[in-house]
């Protein structure tokens, strides 16, 4: 039997998998009155309140914050999330919702690979094998 914390976990992640399931078709109704940079930055800014709120709830969760690692946190932010976003809802105005969900699921898969190529990271078997599982699936999708 679960507890309480247990059911609770898994419905939060049943909840995130609906938002992430659903951010490419509402980013294409999105797209046809709102520019893409606006969607992204509506996105940055929910996100930032979302984990400031919870980090606040969370005193456990206590970051000591210096000069040089706000400077980093902004850098990653602006190169990785920002520009992600960007490129990711201009790229949604040329495609279909299904090619966009298929090009982010394959996501995971090409940083494991890029990982691999230039920090030399070592794959694990099983990371290998869920490398393989999503290129088939995502190969049976777009045949």
Do not use: D
């Not at 969370?58 to 970051?63: L, Q, R």
């Not at 976003?85 to 790229?91: K, P, Q, R």
Request: net charge positive; glycine share 10%; aromatic share 8%.
């Amino acid at each position: 039997m679960r507890t309480a914390r247990e059911t609770r976990a898994f419905l939060l992640l049943l909840l995130v998998t609906f938002v992430w399931a659903g951010l490419m078709p509402t980013g294409k109704i999105a797209l046809q009155s709102v520019p893409p940079l606006t969607i992204g930055a509506i996105r940055l800014t929910i996100g930032s309140c979302l984990l400031r709120w919870y980090m606040g709830r969370n005193p456990g969760h206590h970051v000591p914050w210096s000069p040089r690692l706000i400077g980093t946190f902004a850098l990653l932010g602006l190169a990785g999330y920002v520009v992600g976003l960007a490129c990711s809802y201009y790229g949604l105005r040329l495609t279909t919702v299904t090619n966009a969900a298929l090009l982010n699921a394959a996501s995971p898969v090409s940083l494991a690979l890029l990982s691999f190529i230039f920090l030399r990271e070592r794959l694990s078997t099983r990371a290998l094998t869920g490398i393989v599982l999503s290129v088939i699936g995502v190969g049976i999708i777009i045949t």
